[in-house]
């Protein structure tokens, strides 16, 4: 098993991507943590993960009000002693376009997808110091990486995540903390559509068979895919990489 005896914090884990992650990451015999604002979903995960022979707690937690996030990792620290895998997963599309941008609307976006991710890393590296080192791992997407017209805000914290990932390879690696990202690309999960009408004109099949005719290998990335990269990094067989941030999206970036 690539992560026996591995304890696993993942954000945004009672849904879409990060729901995989936790299921893939049980099955390969880590103790993972389910962080999520959502409980009655985020025991659904749980009970799923037990039901098939693995360990899972969840802990809820708005990872926007960081007292309580801090109040939380210390509650994991204390339970655990330790924590070798932090997959920075939750994040939200946040607004669209430019013009109708409110200030709370930017605020929101940036602290999901930016903010909280480099909190719970704060958060939480007392335990993995505790534990020796350990992986980081946090999604970007494909939209940190390249223009997001009709995502601006959402490209811009993502982006900003991108080289987060980067800093913290470097500033963390006297500990034997790898850092790094994960870009999807459009991902069938709950949230897929809220990306695919964006556009001006909003017409769901239109944007989806666009969007689709630019994906080279012809299909959108499942949530699987991401959790099998997210694996990937959180194991040792990634010992050697920090500071990259990794597209999965079928060749969408290329
Ligand atoms: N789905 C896509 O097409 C796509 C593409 C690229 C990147 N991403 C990124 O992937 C991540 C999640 O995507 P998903 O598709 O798995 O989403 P999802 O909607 O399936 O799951 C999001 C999870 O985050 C939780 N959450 C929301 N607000 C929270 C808060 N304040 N505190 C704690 N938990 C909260 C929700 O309860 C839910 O369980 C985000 O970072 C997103 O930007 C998604």
Known sequence: MRLEGKVAVISGSASGMGR???NLFAKEGAKVVILDINQEQGEIVVEEIKRNGGEAQFYKADLLDLNALKHVMNIIDEQYGRIDVLWNHVGTPGPSGVENVEEKDYDFAMGLNLKSGFFTTKYALQSMRKA?????IFTSSVSGLMASPYSVVYSAAKGGVVNLVRSLAVHLSKDKI??????????ETPMMEQFLTRSEDDDLDKNMQYILSRYPLGRFARADDIANAALFLA???SGFISGVNLPVDGGYTA
């Open 132 to 136: 020796g080192g350990g992986s980081i």
């Open 20 to 22: 995989a992650g936790a």
């Open 235 to 237: 194991s040792e067989e």
């Open 178 to 187: 790898r850092v790094n990202g994960i870009c999807p690309g459009i991902t």
